[in-house]
């Protein structure tokens, strides 16, 4: 079994000289062991142009128990040693995410740089598999696409719908508005015809009062008419 040094020295030979199927044994071996350190992963990751090292040792960097030491400060060169103590300060202020995205940004360049030279020394099954995950990423897109374009329809769907019950409402509002007016004046025809019952009731009765006023009179009238024509006879 090959120790740490040797499957390094495997890695460091397998690079340069482009046999990419041992380079990339050997960094299998290397991963499958776990005995870089964090400091290793950056500087082997540079050398040999593999950007997840370079992250991993990144973010064990920032999130390590202990203070970055001076010897690994020089390590990975000063100006990165800075940045991870700014980035470890934004951890320990506001959240572990929020470092990771601001070491993201810090160090995209020098990623950049090295993600397009590990690009060379990819063997065929690693680009079949980076082609493959980047078909699984498009088909992501498109369907995060697909997604926000239904949510949009719905949301659409949503407001016109709201509109169109909006004015149901509104033509409800005035239906029930004329309704009401329709309830009044029926209310108010129907109060005038009480009115004028009443007024025609009252009169029913004035003049009822009238003729028994004149009644009594008259009957009273005819009998002292016959009572002086019998006195005449008599007489």
């Not at 030491?69 to 572990?96: C, G, H, K, V």
């Not at 949503?158 to 019950?165: I, P, Q, T, V």
């Amino acid at each position: 079994m090959l120790s740490k040094s040797e499957w390094v020295s495997i890695l460091r030979l397998s690079t340069k000289w482009r046999f990419l199927d041992l380079r990339k044994l050997a960094k299998s071996e290397l991963e499958a062991g776990e005995e870089l350190t964090s400091v290793e992963k950056i500087i082997l990751g540079r050398e040999f142009y593999h950007v997840s090292w370079i992250e991993e040792g990144y973010k064990e960097l920032v999130q390590k128990t202990d203070t970055i030491t001076d010897d690994e400060a020089i390590s990975i060169e000063l100006p990165t040693a800075i940045n991870l103590f700014r980035i470890r300060e934004i951890m320990l202020r506001i959240s572990l995410t929020s470092a990771f995205r601001f070491l993201e940004n810090v160090f995209a360049e020098e990623l950049s740089m090295i993600g397009e030279e590990e690009i060379k020394y990819r063997t065929e099954q690693e680009e079949a598999l980076v082609m493959a995950c980047e078909m699984r990423g498009e088909e992501r897109r498109w369907e995060v696409e697909r997604r926000w374009k239904e949510e949009e329809r719905l949301k659409e769907e949503k407001e016109r719908l709201s509109e169109e019950m909006l004015k149901v409402e509104e033509r409800l509002e005035v239906e029930r508005r004329w309704n009401e007016g329709e309830i009044l004046r029926e209310a108010i025809e129907r109060e005038k015809e009480l009115q004028r019952l009443a007024e025609e009731e009252a009169q029913a009765k004035l003049e009822l009062q009238e003729r028994s006023f004149f009644l009594p009179l008259t009957s009273g009238t005819k009998k002292k008419k016959k009572r002086k024509h019998m006195t005449d006879s008599y007489t």
